[in-house]
């Protein structure tokens, strides 16, 4: 039976809560007529902001529609890197080597940015340099894998190993890949408690985190010659000389502007039982993070904290209850790890993403009302990087000048931000990577 696949103690939530679990308001403080920053969302993005800005002597505050920490920053996998859906080879076809180098340089900036503000903050969220193994799926998708990697570290000097399909048992006890690459100075964290030690920061820094408060609107007003943001919400209205949109997946449609450009979507992941050190160390060997060249990718990491296997895969489905998709993630699982047996389920969770028609990630906005987001499997290191962003941007800092508002924002027509496509895009995807699986 379907239930004997879970724990006496399984939960439908993130496993990342167990360490670094939500903390709602006990009593919702009185939403202020006026600050200087408002700040719509409560992850990553809006956090660096908001701490920046206030201990630059900003009044700010934070709106969250759930408990802080609610969305996809507490969701996530974790992953620490400096990698785009969109190579440097591809972005320097079409955009320029200028370009492309600008976009790479700002990822490092990004990667780099999580450890430094970990150790200033003083969070300890368990950031490991343990590099990643690329699990190429077919012959065509392992030499297209090593011409892309090879183009990186002649441009970029990213140094990496390819993995032959006789070795990669030294990486992962699998058979499902042809093959694949060690990327060494990747890394991952625990996102939880990094996003409890930003939160923790704000609110140390006076930032107001106001949650259970959703904001519908923005409309723009004059005060003389200057210009003012209202926010309005669902209780009460709330006057600011900058505002920020930080929501990313959960950008809700009555932004229109910002939701007709981003395209949210679903992850989902599963962490298994308690295991024993023997079984992971067999099974993942270096216990790096593991991803696959497929676009619609499945993911694999070790717990940083516990003897588990975390895992996610069936991006874009529609499922809405992350039970129910379990047992379907769980198969996957055992058909790439399939010494791992008839393992159990502690924990199934969701979370909101968002990706761009252009897979890039986008930050930029003017006249007081700003926005980042988009961030297409790049949200630990993006969000931070784009928090800091948008901060220096609103502080009249030329550093808060970013190669990621260069490019146009595309949308389609009639797109409204409701991505009903996903399910076919996905399988799109799946498509597209057979057909390079042939040849």
């Known amino acids: 039976m379907e239930s004997s696949i879970f724990t006496s103690d399984f939960r439908e939530q993130p496993y990342w809560w167990d360490a670094a679990p939500l903390l709602p308001q006990s009593s ?49 996998a974790g992953y620490l890197g400096r990698t785009l859906k969109r190579d ?50 077919s012959r065509p998708h392992y030499e297209i894998l090593a011409a892309d990697l090879e183009t990186n570290k002649r441009h970029l000097g990213v140094e990496f190993q390819m993995i032959s399909r006789a070795e990669q048992h030294r990486e992962i006890a699998s058979d499902a890949y042809f093959g694949g690459a060690v990327i060494p100075d990747l890394g991952s964290i625990h996102p939880g408690l990094y996003h409890s030690g930003l939160l923790r920061a704000a609110l140390n820094s006076g930032v107001k985190v106001i949650s259970r408060t959703t904001a519908r609107s923005i409309r723009q007003k004059r005060s003389g010659s200057s210009k003012e943001q209202v926010v309005d919400t669902d209780r009460g209205e709330i006057t600011a000389g900058n505002v920020i949109s930080a929501t990313n997946g959960y950008t809700r449609q009555s932004f229109s502007w910002l939701a007709q450009r981003l395209v949210p979507f679903k992850g989902y992941m599963i962490a298994t039982e ?14 790096r993070t593991y991803i696959e060249t497929n676009m619609n990718i499945n993911f694999i990491r070790p717990a940083p904290d516990s003897e588990r296997i975390l895992f996610g895969g069936l991006t874009g489905s529609r499922a809405s209850d992350a039970r129910a998709i379990a047992p379907a993630l769980r198969r996957i699982l055992q058909r790439l790890l399939p010494d791992i047996g008839e393992v159990r389920l502690s924990h199934a969770w969701l979370g909101q993403c968002a990706g761009t028609f252009d897979f890039m990630p986008h930050i930029g906005g003017a006249d007081g009302h700003y926005y980042a987001g988009g961030y297409n499997f790049a949200g630990v290191p993006m969000g931070t990087h784009f928090g800091r962003k948008l901060a220096l941007k609103i502080l009249g800092k030329p550093e808060g000048q970013s190669v990621f508002e260069i490019q146009r924002f595309p949308t389609l027509p009639l797109y409204n931000g409701n991505a009903w496509f996903m399910p076919l895009a996905m399988k799109y995807f799946d498509l597209h990577d057979r057909w390079i699986a042939r040849g």
């Open 28 to 76: 919702l403080p009185a939403l202020p007529a006026l600050a200087d920053v408002v700040i719509i969302g409560s992850g990553y993005t809006g956090l660096v902001a908001a701490v920046n800005l206030a201990r630059a002597g900003a009044d700010v505050v934070v709106i969250e529609a759930e408990d802080a920490g609610y969305g996809a920053s507490r969701r996530n």
């Open 88 to 137: 440097y080879a591809w972005l320097a076809k079409r955009h320029g080597s200028e370009y492309a180098h600008g976009v790479y340089r700002e990822l490092n900036e990004a990667y780099e940015a999580v450890r430094d503000i970990a150790v200033e903050e003083g969070i300890d969220c368990h950031i490991n340099q343990c590099g990643r193994f690329i699990g190429a799926t």
């Open 274 to 287: 308690v295991l024993s050190a023997d079984l992971i160390n067999r099974l993942l060997p270096h216990r």
